[in-house]
């Protein structure tokens, strides 16, 4: 079993900053991809950002440029950091974590990042 556990969302006015973490616990491969989705209100989840453990990285083209997803791998950990947030951008975020070993993704409860003025 794997537990993750999103921390860093709050409210934001517009072309502020955040920086969100997750730190995941239990059984955890080296080899893995960790990564941050999000659910806007009445849309469907989407990919944000993901990170595999060798440190390939993969954006949506709406936040390129913007965030910056790293990881910590010695501390199970995943960042991303938010620059220039839009109110767009506001959506609960949710970490992941998956991989050739695991039989299926795990996810954290999410984090609410609010961008307003």
């Known amino acids: 079993q794997v537990q993750l556990v999103e921390s860093g969302g709050g409210l934001v006015q517009p072309g502020g900053s955040l920086r969100l973490s997750c730190v995941a616990s239990?059984?955890?491969?080296?080899?893995?991809?960790m990564g941050w989705y999000r659910r806007a209100p009445g849309k469907q989840r989407e990919l944000v950002a993901t990170?595999?453990?060798?440190?390939?990285?993969n954006y949506a083209d709406s936040v390129k440029g913007r965030f910056t997803i790293s990881r910590d791998n010695a501390k199970n950990t995943v960042y991303l950091q938010m620059n220039s947030l839009k109110p767009e951008d506001t959506a609960v975020y949710y970490c992941?974590?998956?991989?050739?070993?695991?039989?299926?993704?795990?996810w954290g409860k999410g984090t609410l990042v609010t961008v307003s003025s």
């Open positions: 239990g059984r955890i491969f080296s080899i893995n991809t």
């Open positions: 992941s974590l998956g991989g050739p070993y695991y039989a299926m993704n795990y």
């Open positions: 990170s595999t453990s060798d440190s390939s990285t």
